[in-house]
Each structure stands twice: as C-alpha cells, then as structure tokens.
C-alpha cells in the first residue's frame, strides 16, 4: 500500500473515500450484484453505488440482515432500487439458485470443508465467485451488447495473495488437510481471484465482448473477515486508527473500479488505492491463469463460456 497521502495516476489516494471517487458519476441505468453487501466494505459498496443511481442486488447470507441494511439506506436514500436476494458462496446449489432468479469472503479459518466438500476458503473465496460469473456471463454479454454499455467485473482479491503456498495454488493438495495453512490458504484464495480476473479479460479481449474484468485490494481494513483470529482483531481495532483504512476508504476501490470513466476499457488489471497496481509474478503467470480456470470449470462442472 502506498501512503495514505500518496496520490496516484488517476489523482486518488488510500484516503479517498468511495463518495469522492464516484462523485459527480451518474450510474442510472445500471445494475450491480454486490456479494457479502450487508455489512463493511460490502454494505458501503451497495450504499454509495445506489447513491450514484445504481440498481444494486444485494447478494447474502443472511437476508434479515440484509434487508436491514436495505432499509437503512432506503431512509437515506428513498429513491433507489435495491433488492436482496439470498447467496452462499460457499454452496453451488445456493449459487445455481441466486444465478436462476436473477464481505462475500472468509478469511483465515480453520480447516473446513464448504457443502461441496471444497476447502472452506477456496470454495468461499474464488469457486464460488467462479461458478457465479458463469452463471450470468451470458445475460451480462447480452446486455452489454443490447444496451451498448461496458459492462465491469470486479473482483475483490488481496495483497494476501504474496503469501499464498510456495506453488501458488496447490491443485492436488486443496482438500489436504495435514498440510493445511490458514493464512496460506487464504493467500491460495486471493491469488485465484487475480487469476481470475485476468483470464476473464484474457477471454473477453479475444471474443471482443464489451465486457471488462479486474481485481483489487481493498486495503487494510478492519472487517469480521478476521472472526478467526481474536488476538489479530484485538491488535487491530487498539491500532486501527492509525494504520488502517476506514470503511469509506475501504469500499473506494471497489466503486471506482465499478463506475469511474478512467477505467473504462482498462481490463485485466489488479488495482490498489485507487489505481494501477501490480501483483506478484504468481499474478501475472497465464499459463497458471489458464491451469486454474480448466480447474475450476471441471470442480464445477461447467462448460467453456
């Protein structure tokens, strides 16, 4: 991350909130799913980009919560259009739901297995999203062509991804629990999402879809990603304030990404503090790129888009 003051290429800096990056931008006629959008970075999100005139589709866990979270926006916002719909990424039967009818993530947890029988923080993490993009990539292509509008996939990663097993992604060892790592699975996770995106752009550059993809880091924010680590979470809310990103600035890239001009036509990329940033050489390797695409389609049991 760069300092909070340093401002990059696009005048943006760590400090900038998702407000100011998105200020001035008319998003009417747009919409957005938001995944993990009832609480943090994920509910900031869905509020600035409804403020901006998005149609957003809160996808969550827990719809209680996240009708609470619609509520709470409707008082400040009255005119918008948000819905909630029901999505556990964790679950390709919860994800085939959410696609038929239409802070996502986990970080760090023990040793678990999803519903699928996937290691908990791939499955969460990168399959499900995978699965998800699948599911809409047809109606997205569609629209994008229809209504002669770009359409964004943005991907939230994490700097985390420098910290993922030596290999990178450990395709034989996913559900191996005795060489289990939390924070290098979650590394494992993060680097699949830039992957991810970079295929996805790869794919669209070469079947000339209107249709862009990238992934970011949100920065450092103090969010219930950490729920497994309670002595983590009591350093950080002692220190926070001085070190960490606030929500605000934490969704910032994310909106950015989503709705500024400046990124239109910019594909393939991984941002970070509201700019252009690079991975490490794991991220940027398309032959594993490729690898971990084939992967996926077969864990899912999805065909080529």
Known sequence: MWPFWWKGASGFSARSTAEEVTHGIDGTGLTAVVTGASSGIGEETTRVLALRGVHVVMAVRNIESGNQVREKIL???????IDVMKLDLSSMVSIRS????????????????????????????????????????????????????????????????????GEGIRFDKINDEASYNTLQAYGQSKLCNILHASELARKFKEQVVNITANSLHPGSIMTNLLRYHSFINT???????????SIPQGAATTCYAALHPQVKGVSGEYLMDNNISNPNSQGKDKDLAKKLWEFSLCLTGEEES
Do not use: W
């Open 75 to 81: 008082k400040e916002i009255p005119e918008t259009k």
């Open 98 to 165: 959410f696609a038929s009818g239409n802070n996502a993530g986990i970080m760090a947890c023990p040793f678990m297995l999803s519903s699928d029988k996937f290691e908990l923080q791939f499955a969460t993490n990168h399959l499900g999203h995978f699965l998800l993009t699948n599911l809409l990539l047809e109606t997205m292509k569609k629209t994008a062509n229809e209504s002669n509008r770009e359409g964004r996939i943005v991907i939230v990663s994490s700097e985390g991804h420098r910290f993922a097993y």
């Open 235 to 245: 350093i950080g809310n002692a220190v926070g304030k001085y070190v960490l990103k």
